[in-house]
C-alpha cells in the first residue's frame, strides 16, 4: 500500500504592500540620506585622504550616490 498523499494547504492571500503606505513614504527619505551619504564619503576620501579620483576608495561611494539617487528619482516619479 502506497504511503498517503499530503495535505495541500490553501494559499494565503498575497499582500503585494506588506509594509503599506509607510515604507512608500519614508523611501525617498532613507535614499536621499544615502545619496549625501555616499556623496560626502567620497569627497572625503578625495579631499582629506588625498585619494585619486580614479581610485575605487572614490568612485565606489561615488558611484553607489549615482545609484541611490536614481532610485529617489523613481521613488518620486512612481505612480500609484
Same mark, same amino acid.
Given at each position: 500500500?502506497?504511503?498517503?498523499?499530503?495535505?495541500?494547504?490553501?494559499?494565503?492571500?498575497?499582500?503585494?504592500?506588506?509594509?503599506?503606505?509607510?515604507?512608500?513614504?519614508?523611501?525617498?527619505?532613507?535614499?536621499?540620506?544615502?545619496?549625501?551619504?555616499?556623496?560626502?564619503?567620497?569627497?572625503? $576620501?578625495?579631499?582629506?585622504?588625498?585619494?585619486?579620483? $580614479?581610485?575605487?576608495?572614490?568612485?565606489?561611494?561615488?558611484?553607489?550616490?549615482?545609484?541611490?539617487? =536614481?532610485? =529617489?528619482?523613481?521613488?518620486?516619479?512612481?505612480?500609484?
Amino acid at each position: 500500500m502506497p504511503p498517503p498523499l499530503p495535505r495541500t494547504r490553501s494559499r494565503l492571500p498575497f499582500d503585494p504592500a506588506p509594509f503599506g503606505r509607510a515604507a512608500r513614504n519614508g523611501a525617498p527619505l532613507v535614499y536621499g540620506v544615502l545619496v549625501v551619504a555616499c556623496l560626502g564619503v567620497a569627497a572625503y $576620501m578625495k579631499l582629506i585622504m588625498q585619494m585619486p579620483l $580614479m581610485s575605487g576608495y572614490v568612485i565606489a561611494p561615488a558611484i553607489g550616490a549615482l545609484w541611490f539617487a =536614481l532610485r =529617489l528619482f523613481m521613488s518620486w516619479a512612481a505612480k500609484d
